[in-house]
């Protein structure tokens, strides 16, 4: 047995010298009521076309943003609990494959997996509020009974807008340009719930058109012959829906730019102009021939700095930037949309579809430590362990413990002089601490939105790998 001066010691070294480790769930494998309560509040909608006023695209708002709900395991018993969301009894059923439309934004929710009587999705099965392998081409919808919860008041439930941009298209009117793939030029067209309209080109501007050109897979706009096309158009029946378009040319999709709809007649609209008619510049994934070699000459030459890696198809991938002679990776800190699309175009795409997080496509970190053992007991959710060692590696006990989001703390030394940097003073009282989020995927923890310094990777690759 020790002696009380052996165990005094022992404390005072676990005060002043060790680092503390503390897993603690901050969200599991859907969020929890709780987590739920410290966030925003969620809103529901129903949404694309064509569609009844009982069925759509599940939209959810979460975060100040609206996305969607993929449809990967998807049940009916998940949409008896969104339809109780949205005020309806019951569900009948569900679809899959984005059958009301593709939806923008961020896909929320992932391998979904309710019970049937959850008061709230998020009481449901989930990989996590933002993690997702899914595009939205995966979008899900549901369809509800058409009878009302009695008494059925909820702010929280929100009419989809009858006046919404979702989809659009460029339509060839010359005979020549209807048999080309991919179509980089023609009239521009938003579908609505009767159709598909077109919009009035006054005040139209490269601005707008490249932002079409965007949503198309194009990285840039073209001059565009609009004599032409106004005498061609003049002898075709025409119906406008929109106009007053002012984009700013960074939007990753129009709805996002001031715009006004038209009311009451469409079709005697416009009087001033025409439709707006867009030309695009195709980038490398659509040229062909020897143009095609020579683009793929350049993309291997050393004036390339950013490049794709880690993805299963063109246009997808970790974001890689050359330094010094180095490949590197970007912190995914901030990282949205209008990011992600700078990134896109300078590849030769399109304005960016979804920007992805928490290290989807793969991490690139080279192992720097080898464990010659790895210890008799692992760390427990919600508990903590002790280490003196400059290196010590230490595996994380997953007994029971749902995949999900979760919180790893490393704490240590009285001094900033003395812990990792960038510190912040934290628990316990008087010493300087680290956290970094990681994601359990039932298999591994992996660390994602650290800091972008090589001591915080250090200590994240020692405690979380």
């Not at 198809?313 to 700078?342: H, I, M, Y």
Request: aromatic residues 8%; positive net charge.
């Amino acid at each position: 047995m020790r002696s009380s001066s052996a165990w005094a010691w022992q404390e005072l070294l676990a005060l002043l010298c060790s680092v503390w480790l503390w897993v603690c769930a901050a969200q599991r494998s859907g969020p929890t009521p709780t987590a739920q309560s410290q966030g925003p509040k969620l809103k529901f909608r129903l949404a694309g076309y064509p569609r009844k006023h009982n069925e759509g695209r599940i939209e959810v708002f979460y975060n100040e943003e609206w996305g969607t709900i993929c449809d990967d395991d998807f049940t009916l018993a998940n949409a008896h609990v969104l339809c109780r969301h949205l005020g309806f009894v019951a569900a009948t059923g569900w679809a899959h494959s984005a059958k009301y439309g593709k939806g923008i934004g961020r896909v929320w929710l992932d391998n979904v997996n309710c019970g049937g009587s959850e008061k709230s999705i998020a009481d449901c099965k989930s990989r996590g509020w933002g993690n997702s392998d899914c595009s939205h081409e995966e979008d899900a919808g549901v369809i509800c009974k058409d009878e009302h919860i009695p008494g059925y008041v909820d702010s929280n439930v929100i009419e989809a807008e009858q006046n919404q941009v979702e989809e659009l298209r460029l339509r060839p009117v010359v005979s020549g340009a209807r048999k080309r793939l991919p179509v980089t030029e023609g009239v521009v067209e938003v579908r609505y719930k009767e159709g598909w309209a077109q919009i009035c080109d006054e005040g139209w501007n490269p601005k707008n058109s490249r932002v079409v050109c965007g949503m198309m897979g194009f990285p840039a706009e073209k001059k565009v012959n609009r004599n032409f096309y106004k005498l061609y158009l003049e002898r075709q029946q025409l119906s406008y829906r929109l106009h007053s378009v002012a984009c700013m040319g960074n939007e990753v999709h129009i709805s996002m730019c001031p715009f006004e709809f038209y009311k009451g007649n469409a079709t005697v609209a416009c009087k001033g102009g025409m439709p707006a008619v867009v030309s695009c510049m195709p980038g490398p994934l659509f040229t062909t021939g020897r143009s095609l070699k020579k683009k793929q000459q350049r993309q291997h030459q050393p004036g390339q700095r950013v490049r794709l890696k880690g993805g299963a198809k063109a246009g997808e991938g970790r974001v890689e930037v050359l330094k010094n002679s180095e490949w590197g990776t970007v912190c995914d800190d901030r990282w949205n949309l209008l990011t992600a699309s700078v990134v896109c175009r300078e590849l030769g795409f399109g304005s960016a579809k979804e920007a992805l997080t928490g290290a989807r496509m793969g991490q690139d970190v080279a192992k720097r430590y080898e464990c010659a053992n790895f210890g008799e007991q692992g760390i427990t959710v919600g508990c903590w362990d002790l280490y003196r060692h400059d290196i010590d590696c230490q595996w994380i006990d997953i007994t029971d413990v749902q995949p999900g989001n979760y919180i790893l703390q490393v704490c240590g030394g009285r001094t900033e002089a003395a812990a990792p940097s960038p510190c912040v003073r934290g628990q316990p009282s008087g010493t300087w601490s680290l956290s970094c989020r990681c994601l359990f995927s039932a298999s591994h923890f992996l660390a994602h939105q650290s800091l972008l310094c090589n001591m915080w990777v250090m200590c994240v690759e020692r405690l979380c790998a």
